[in-house]
């Protein structure tokens, strides 16, 4: 519904980069799917290593793939050499998430040059069914990159 | 400033024993500290696997153990044969989280039969300083186990 | 997407009935205007008496309306003589609201016999166009009536 | 436990007149009482126009003080010529607000230019007894104000 405007051409590749530094999403098996103007998703495969104490997925575990996509969604749209960082977000939980494996997607809901709203959904996919578990509303600030990472 | 009433005598052993079986816990390396009437604490050491692009704390580990102990700050008020689900948190950054650990403090704001809200913090420990790096606002629900875990 | 099923035939009466009683709503001048399972509107009038400091809706007038939408939009689906109840809620304001009128909806995300999650909007209308200036996501409880109210 | 650092040598005065404009605060006949730095507390007598269904406070009146007691006390510590607008909030209701009056007290817990995070509580006094019914967790962000008002 909402236009978006990209003002970094280079945006998919700036994501894909960045996301290779994050060590968590390394540690937990994570990959980046979806990668569009104010739309990143994240696929999360089930393992031991992301439970809870009932062998669901960890709401934690869930909402650091949905935090990650959120935060992509927002640099999208944001001018090369810009950070995005997270300021807050609210996550409701409504199934336990137990499932081969969960996506989550991150969309822009409000586009802005300081402060970026965005909507977050986590789906269990099951024998080729999609079930909602989480829903996410998050706030993102950005700022100019303090320096050149590596 | 609250009381709070125990109903398991040995709801430090029932958390100590749930804590092990959660996966993401042991993945992280993180480790219970306190575990009080009302109040639960997890330190978690730094390490690469838990970061984001910048190399600091993920948001998503950060709250991983809040999460974590704020649904155990409201397991010890519970009978015997209960457990807590998180029905919907809320988190705000406030620093950028670089240091040796951080620690999470789950505290029960407010108990209750079905519904125990619960408030979170985390603060970075750096060279034997404390930083407040997050704090959390969240609602647990509590209900009967459906089975026996191993 | 999600189909909802109604178990109150008279959901309608019942929450006209409940709004009336609602002095804020009264005090606000505003009124209920979708009633449908699973999803109220509440459109409010601007006035002088619902401002901030610069002459925008208060951001506690729009949380008003919304936070009441959400409820009934809860409310719609549940069995007679059932009260709900607000356990809590966020809400993000994405643009200052300066309009003839606001209407807020809410809608079920999530139904449940205990715990009912809602998505909430608030659009300002003006001149004839929409604009989102808030997004809303609740959680409610609901439970049987203590007594019945007059 | 935080140093604040204040800015502007007129903030009291600089926010009685700012209240003032509040029309929903005249609406509600709500007053401010404590205004330090960081900390600012509003009283709101109870009256018919306030409720929601049952009697109790409307969660939305709960609101609404406790979202300007959390800016004002953001404003607190700005310098002049500052506004603070709401970005977002979360509150979770812990009891039903039956009571003479209820007092909303909004404080910072981290300061910073240009993002501000409050925490906010509301308390139901009866019979010289005071209660939590409800706690916010809120963030504000500052900005130029783009024309001096009145």
Redesign the interface.
């Known amino acids: 519904m909402t236009e978006f405007h990209v003002s970094n051409a280079d945006f998919v590749q700036t994501i894909h980069k960045?996301?290779l530094?994050?060590?968590?999403m390394?540690?937990f098996g994570a990959a980046l799917d979806v990668v569009q103007p104010g739309h990143v998703s994240i696929i999360l495969p089930f393992?031991?290593?992301?439970?809870?104490?009932?062998g669901f997925f960890?709401?934690?575990?869930i909402?650091?793939?949905v935090?990650?996509a959120c935060g992509y969604a927002a640099l999208t749209l944001m001018p090369p050499g810009t950070?995005v960082?997270?300021?807050?977000?609210?996550?409701?939980?409504?199934?336990?998430a137990s499932a081969a494996y969960v996506v989550a997607h991150g969309r822009v809901?409000?586009p802005g040059r300081?402060?970026t709203?965005c909507?977050g959904e986590v789906v269990a996919v099951k024998d080729g069914m999609e079930k909602?578990c989480a829903?996410m509303?998050a706030?993102m600030?950005s700022r100019q990159e303090a320096h050149v990472?590596g």
């Not at 393992?47 to 104490?53: A, D, F, K, R, V």
């Not at 960082?85 to 336990?96: A, D, M, Q, R």
Request: overall charge negative.
């Open positions: 960045s996301f530094r994050q060590g968590l390394r540690l393992n031991e290593g992301l439970t809870q104490q009932h960890h709401a934690g575990a909402t650091s793939i935090d990650s950070e960082l997270t300021i807050e977000y609210k996550v409701n939980f409504v199934t336990p809901l409000k300081t402060i709203v909507q909602l829903t509303l706030t600030i990472d």
